[in-house]
C-alpha cells in the first residue's frame, strides 16, 4: 500500500545521471519542447520537474516503437525553425516566445501531440517513471494524496453538512 | 490450506475460461457445489498489494488491460470496409477481470429493459428482441450478487427501479462535492436523483475492510480490497474448497470438441509459450463480450446459424463538464456517488429509441486531466493552459451519460484474415456503426446533461462532440440468449444451442445492454447459470 504513495517514492528518488536513448544535444532539444509545453513560472515546469528523464525513459522502454515519430519529428522541427527564426541554429537556443511561435505551426502533427502527451505524463504521472521531481503537479494542482480521505472532500459537500 | 493443483491429463468437472466478473462467480459457485474446476485466466494473478495509484502505467500502458501491442484489433465502420488496425475495445486482463478496474456503478436492469420488443414494437435498422426470461426470473440473484459481493446503495430511493427481495447489505457512500451539485440541479429541474449503488464497501463486510476514499477507483484496482471484485470477494472463497485452481497467464486458443460434438478439452499457451491441453467434463466461456465469440470462432464452435461475433453493443456514454466556483476535489474517493434514471425509459414522444441513466463525475485522474479534460476552446498547451489548470482540476464537476445501444447484426466481432496477435492468432476485428436512435439518445441526453450543470450552478460548461462509439470497455451482444435456435446463440440457461456441455455466461449473452453499467447484470446471470449447471451436473444432464 505504502508503494502506492507518491511521498514514499519521491525520497527514494535519485537524479538520473546519464540518458538511456537521447544523446545530450537531441536531449535538450526535446526539454526545450517539454519547457514550452509546460513552462516553469512561480511553479515548477517541464524542466524542472525533469520531464526529459520520463520522455528518454520512455522511448528506451515501452514506447520503442515510437522513436521514428520523435526523429522525423524533430528533422521537420529543425526546418520549421529556420523559416520561423532565420539564423538560429537550436530550438533551445531559442527565446520562448520564438519557440512558442515555431512550435505553434506544428501543433497538430502526430509529433507534437505525442511530446505533449509525454510531457504530461512525464509532469503529472508517477514519479517512478522519471519525472515529476518533487511533486511538482501536486502543487501546481493543489491536489493531496493519501489513502485515507475523510469526508467533506471539498466544499460542497461541506456546506451541505 | 494451499489452493489444489490439477494435471492437465485430469479429466476435471469444469474449465472456465476467463476469472472475470462473470467467471469469478462460476468458480465460486461450481467449486463451493462440490465440482473441480479450472479456471484459466489470459492475465496475472495480481493481489491488493500490487496495485498502485500508477496513471501511466495503468492508464497509458495497459498494465490491466489486454495491450494493443500485443492484442491489436481492426477496426471499420461498416462491412464493405477493410478494417485498419486501430484499438477500439478494452477489457480487464486479470484475475477478477473487469470486477477489478470497473468504475463499481451496480447498477439492475429495468424489468422493462427484458421486455422492450414486446412494449415498444420493432425498430427500424435494428434486431430489438425480448429476452427469453424475466426481470422477475433474474431478481433473485440481483440480490444474491449484491449480498455475496458487498454493494452499497439505498434501496427504495430510485423510483425507477424494479422490485426488489432485499435491501442492499450496506448503506450509500458518503456523497461527494459533485454528488451535491448533481442533486442540487436536478432537484431544480423536477428530477429524482438517487445515492450510487456501488460494490464498494461503505462499512466492513464479510472480513474485508471499508473504503478509505484515496480516490483511485476508475481502471485500477483496490489496495484495500475495498472494492467488491471477484478477486477480493469470491475467487478466496472457491480456493478455500480445496477443489478450484485458478490458472493465470494461460491464453486461450482453442476449445475441442470430438467427434460427437461435445467439448473435452481446452487447448491453451503457457506463458513459455509451450501449449498445453486441459481434459474437461463441460466448458463453462466467461471470456468477454469480445474474446468469447472470437474463441468459439477459432475454434468453430456453437455457430451453426452463423450468428456468433453478431449484435456487438458498446457504450455510446458522454461526458459534460462544468467548473464551479469553490473547490470540488472530485478527486477524492469513489467516481459516481448519485445517479438518475428519469431519462431511462425509451418514450415513443422523444421521437427514437433508446435513454440512458445519468451519474455525477469529474471523470479524470490527473494526467488524463491534463491531457484530456480541458476545455477544448482554450489553450491545450503552454503558460496560459497551464495556469488555468490549478483552478480547473480541483473546481470541475461532471455528469456522465449511459445510454442505449441498439443491437443491430451487421455489428460484429469477427476474426481479421491477415492481422495477428503476439501469439500468432487471428486478431479480433469490430465492425461498429451506431444506429441513428443511440446518437439521438445521446445528444437528448448530453442537452439533460448541460441543464443540470447549468442548473447547479456550473460558471463555464464544455462537452465532447456527439458521434460514433470508437472505442469501449462494455462489450455485449455477441453470443445472444434467446429459445429459437436460428436466432441466438445460448439458451435461456445460458448454454449453446448446438453444444450441450458448453456453457457461455458473460457480455455476450445480454440481448440487449439496457443503459449500460452491465456488471452486476453479468453477475445475477452467471449466479443463475451457475445455479442450473449444478443441478444439471447433479443429475447428470450434462
Same mark, same amino acid.
Given at each position: 500500500?505504502?508503494a502506492?504513495?507518491?511521498?514514499?517514492?519521491?525520497?527514494?528518488?535519485k537524479?538520473?545521471?546519464?540518458?538511456?536513448y537521447?544523446?545530450?544535444?537531441?536531449?535538450?532539444e526535446?526539454?526545450?519542447?517539454?519547457?514550452?509545453i509546460?513552462?516553469?513560472?512561480?511553479?515548477?515546469?517541464?524542466?524542472?520537474?525533469?520531464?526529459?528523464?520520463?520522455?528518454?525513459r520512455?522511448?528506451a522502454?515501452y514506447?520503442?516503437?515510437k522513436?521514428?515519430?520523435y526523429?522525423?519529428?524533430?528533422?521537420?522541427?529543425q526546418?520549421?525553425?529556420?523559416?520561423v527564426?532565420p539564423?538560429?541554429?537550436?530550438?533551445?537556443?531559442?527565446?520562448?516566445?520564438h519557440?512558442t511561435?515555431?512550435?505553434?505551426?506544428?501543433?497538430?502533427?502526430?509529433f507534437f501531440?505525442?511530446?505533449?502527451?509525454?510531457t504530461?505524463?512525464?509532469?503529472?504521472?508517477?514519479?517512478?517513471?522519471?519525472?515529476?521531481?518533487?511533486?511538482?503537479?501536486l502543487?501546481?494542482l493543489?491536489?493531496?494524496?493519501s489513502?485515507?480521505?475523510?469526508?467533506?472532500f471539498?466544499?460542497?459537500?461541506?456546506?451541505?453538512? | 490450506?494451499?489452493?489444489?493443483?490439477? +494435471?492437465?491429463?485430469?479429466?476435471?468437472?469444469f474449465?472456465?475460461?476467463?476469472?472475470?466478473?462473470?467467471?469469478?462467480?462460476?468458480?465460486?459457485?461450481?467449486?463451493?457445489?462440490?465440482?473441480?474446476v479450472?479456471?484459466?485466466?489470459?492475465?496475472?494473478?495480481l493481489?491488493?498489494?500490487?496495485?498502485?495509484?500508477d496513471?501511466?502505467d495503468v492508464?497509458?500502458?495497459?498494465?490491466?488491460?489486454n495491450?494493443?501491442?500485443?492484442?491489436?484489433?481492426?477496426? +471499420?465502420?461498416?462491412p464493405d470496409?477493410?478494417?485498419?488496425?486501430?484499438?477500439?475495445?478494452?477489457?480487464a486482463?486479470?484475475?477478477?477481470g473487469?470486477?477489478?478496474?470497473?468504475?463499481?456503478?451496480?447498477?439492475r436492469?429495468?424489468?422493462?429493459?427484458?421486455?422492450?420488443?414486446?412494449?415498444?414494437?420493432a425498430?427500424?435498422g435494428?434486431?430489438?428482441?425480448?429476452?427469453?426470461?424475466?426481470?422477475?426470473?433474474?431478481e433473485?440473484?440481483?440480490?444474491?450478487?449484491?449480498?455475496?459481493?458487498?454493494?452499497?446503495?439505498?434501496?427504495?430511493?430510485?423510483?425507477?427501479?424494479?422490485?426488489?427481495?432485499?435491501?442492499?447489505?450496506?448503506?450509500?457512500?458518503?456523497?461527494?462535492?459533485?454528488?451535491?451539485?448533481?442533486?442540487?440541479?436536478a432537484?431544480?429541474?423536477?428530477?429524482?436523483?438517487?445515492?450510487?449503488p456501488?460494490?464498494?464497501?461503505?462499512?466492513?463486510y464479510?472480513g474485508?475492510?471499508?473504503?478509505?476514499?484515496?480516490?483511485?477507483?476508475?481502471?485500477?484496482?483496490?489496495?484495500?480490497?475495498?472494492?467488491?471484485?471477484?478477486?477480493?470477494?469470491?475467487?478466496p472463497?472457491a480456493?478455500?474448497?480445496?477443489?478450484?485452481e485458478?490458472r493465470?497467464?494461460?491464453y486461450?486458443?482453442e476449445?475441442?470438441?470430438?467427434?460427437d460434438?461435445?467439448?473435452?478439452?481446452?487447448?491453451?499457451?503457457?506463458p513459455?509459450?509451450?501449449e498445453v491441453?486441459? +481434459?474437461a467434463?463441460?466448458?463453462?466461456?466467461?471470456?468477454?463480450g469480445?474474446?468469447?465469440?472470437?474463441?468459439?470462432?477459432m475454434?468453430?464452435?456453437?455457430?451453426?446459424?452463423?450468428?456468433?461475433?453478431?449484435?456487438?453493443?458498446?457504450?455510446?456514454?458522454?461526458?459534460?463538464?462544468?467548473l464551479?466556483?469553490?473547490?470540488?476535489n472530485?478527486?477524492?474517493?469513489?467516481v459516481?456517488?448519485?445517479?438518475?434514471?428519469?431519462?431511462? +425509459?425509451s418514450?415513443?414522444?422523444?421521437g427514437?429509441?433508446g435513454?440512458?441513466?445519468?451519474?455525477?463525475?469529474?471523470?479524470?485522474?490527473?494526467?488524463s486531466?491534463?491531457?484530456?479534460?480541458?476545455p477544448k476552446?482554450g489553450?491545450?498547451?503552454g503558460?496560459?493552459?497551464?495556469?488555468?489548470?490549478?483552478?480547473?482540476?480541483?473546481?470541475?464537476?461532471?455528469?456522465?451519460?449511459?445510454?442505449?445501444?441498439?443491437p443491430?447484426?451487421?455489428?460484429?466481432?469477427?476474426?481479421?484474415?491477415?492481422l495477428?496477435?503476439?501469439?500468432?492468432?487471428?486478431?479480433?476485428?469490430?465492425?461498429?456503426?451506431?444506429?441513428a436512435?443511440?446518437?439521438?439518445?445521446?445528444?437528448?441526453?448530453?442537452?439533460?446533461?448541460?441543464?443540470?450543470l447549468?442548473?447547479?450552478g456550473?460558471?463555464?460548461?464544455?462537452?465532447?462532440?456527439?458521434?460514433?462509439v470508437?472505442?469501449?470497455?462494455?462489450?455485449?451482444g455477441?453470443?445472444?440468449?434467446?429459445?429459437?435456435?436460428?436466432?441466438?446463440?445460448?439458451?435461456?440457461?445460458?448454454?449453446?444451442?448446438?453444444?450441450?456441455?458448453?456453457?457461455?455466461?458473460d457480455?455476450?449473452?445480454?440481448?440487449?445492454?439496457?443503459?449500460?453499467?452491465?456488471?452486476?447484470?453479468?453477475?445475477?446471470?452467471?449466479?443463475?447459470?451457475?445455479?442450473?449447471?449444478?443441478?444439471?451436473?447433479?443429475?447428470?444432464?450434462?
Open positions: 500500500m505504502a502506492a504513495c507518491w511521498a514514499e517514492v519521491l525520497r527514494a528518488q537524479p538520473s545521471r546519464r540518458f538511456e537521447f544523446d545530450p544535444g537531441t536531449a535538450a526535446v526539454e526545450a519542447i517539454a519547457e514550452s509546460i513552462p516553469g513560472d512561480s511553479m515548477p515546469g517541464a524542466r524542472e520537474a525533469g520531464v526529459i528523464w520520463f520522455i528518454d520512455a522511448l522502454g514506447d520503442e516503437d522513436r521514428a515519430i526523429r522525423s519529428g524533430l528533422a521537420s522541427l526546418v520549421k525553425r529556420a523559416e527564426v539564423g538560429s541554429t537550436t530550438i533551445v537556443g531559442l527565446s520562448p516566445e519557440r511561435a515555431v512550435l505553434k505551426t506544428v501543433e497538430d502533427t502526430e501531440r505525442l511530446v505533449r502527451l509525454h504530461i505524463l512525464g509532469f503529472f504521472g508517477h514519479p517512478k517513471h522519471g519525472g515529476n521531481r518533487d511533486a511538482g503537479a502543487k501546481l493543489g491536489m493531496e494524496t489513502m485515507h480521505f475523510q469526508p467533506p471539498g466544499y460542497y459537500d461541506r456546506e451541505e453538512k | 490450506m494451499s489452493p489444489i493443483r490439477y +494435471r492437465p491429463s485430469d479429466l476435471v468437472d474449465v472456465i475460461i476467463g476469472a472475470g466478473a462473470a467467471g469469478g462467480v462460476v468458480a465460486k459457485e461450481l467449486s463451493t457445489a462440490g465440482f473441480r479450472v479456471v484459466l485466466e489470459q492475465g496475472p494473478y493481489r491488493a498489494k500490487d496495485f498502485t495509484h496513471e501511466v492508464l497509458f500502458r495497459a498494465a490491466l488491460i495491450d494493443p501491442k500485443k492484442q491489436p484489433n481492426s477496426f +471499420r465502420r461498416t470496409e477493410t478494417a485498419k488496425r486501430q484499438q477500439c475495445i478494452e477489457y486482463r486479470l484475475v477478477g473487469g470486477s477489478v478496474h470497473f468504475t463499481a456503478n451496480y447498477w436492469f429495468h424489468p422493462e429493459d427484458f421486455r422492450e420488443r414486446s412494449v415498444l414494437g425498430v427500424s435494428a434486431d430489438l428482441q425480448d429476452w427469453p426470461i424475466t426481470y422477475d426470473e433474474l433473485p440473484y440481483y440480490s444474491k450478487a449484491e449480498w455475496e459481493l458487498g454493494v452499497s446503495g439505498l434501496a427504495g430511493s430510485n423510483p425507477f427501479d424494479g422490485p426488489r427481495s432485499k435491501p442492499y447489505p450496506l448503506p450509500p457512500m458518503p456523497v461527494k462535492g459533485s454528488g451535491v451539485l448533481f442533486e442540487r440541479g432537484k431544480k429541474l423536477g428530477l429524482h436523483p438517487f445515492p450510487a456501488v460494490a464498494v464497501l461503505s462499512q466492513p464479510r474485508r475492510s471499508a473504503c478509505t476514499h484515496c480516490g483511485w477507483c476508475e481502471a485500477f484496482g483496490c489496495e484495500m480490497n475495498a472494492k467488491s471484485s471477484t478477486l477480493a470477494a469470491l475467487i472463497v480456493e478455500a474448497t480445496g477443489r478450484c485458478i493465470s497467464q494461460s486461450v486458443r476449445i475441442e470438441a470430438g467427434h460434438g461435445h467439448v473435452n478439452g481446452v487447448l491453451y499457451f503457457e513459455s509459450g509451450r491441453r486441459q +481434459r467434463k463441460a466448458v463453462v466461456l466467461c471470456a468477454n469480445v474474446e468469447t465469440p472470437r474463441l468459439l470462432l475454434s468453430n464452435l456453437a455457430n451453426s446459424n452463423g450468428l456468433v461475433g453478431n449484435y456487438l453493443m458498446l457504450d455510446p456514454g458522454l461526458i459534460a463538464l462544468g464551479f466556483e469553490h473547490a470540488v472530485d478527486y477524492k474517493s469513489i459516481a456517488t448519485r445517479v438518475l434514471h428519469d431519462f431511462y +425509459r418514450d415513443p414522444k422523444r427514437f429509441y435513454g440512458g441513466g445519468l451519474d455525477s463525475r469529474m471523470d479524470f485522474p490527473p494526467a486531466f491534463a491531457a484530456y479534460g480541458m476552446d489553450p491545450q498547451w503558460a496560459a493552459w497551464k495556469q488555468g489548470i490549478g483552478e480547473y482540476f480541483t473546481h470541475t464537476s461532471g455528469v456522465l451519460s449511459h445510454v442505449s445501444c441498439l443491430m447484426e451487421q455489428n460484429s466481432v469477427s476474426l481479421d484474415p491477415d495477428k496477435d503476439a501469439w500468432g492468432l487471428p486478431a479480433t476485428r469490430i465492425t461498429f456503426r451506431n444506429h436512435d443511440d446518437l439521438k439518445a445521446m445528444q437528448f441526453l448530453l442537452d439533460r446533461q448541460i441543464e443540470i447549468h442548473a447547479s456550473a460558471k463555464k460548461v464544455w462537452t465532447d462532440p456527439v458521434e460514433d470508437s472505442y469501449s470497455r462494455h462489450l455485449m455477441t453470443c445472444r440468449m434467446g429459445n429459437d435456435p436460428q436466432r441466438s446463440v445460448v439458451d435461456r440457461w445460458n448454454r449453446s444451442h448446438d453444444v450441450r456441455n458448453l456453457f457461455i455466461v457480455g455476450s449473452s445480454l440481448v440487449t445492454c439496457g443503459r449500460q453499467q452491465p456488471t452486476e447484470t453479468i453477475q445475477a446471470l452467471a449466479y443463475r447459470a451457475a445455479d442450473n449447471i449444478a443441478q444439471l451436473a447433479r443429475r447428470g444432464e450434462i
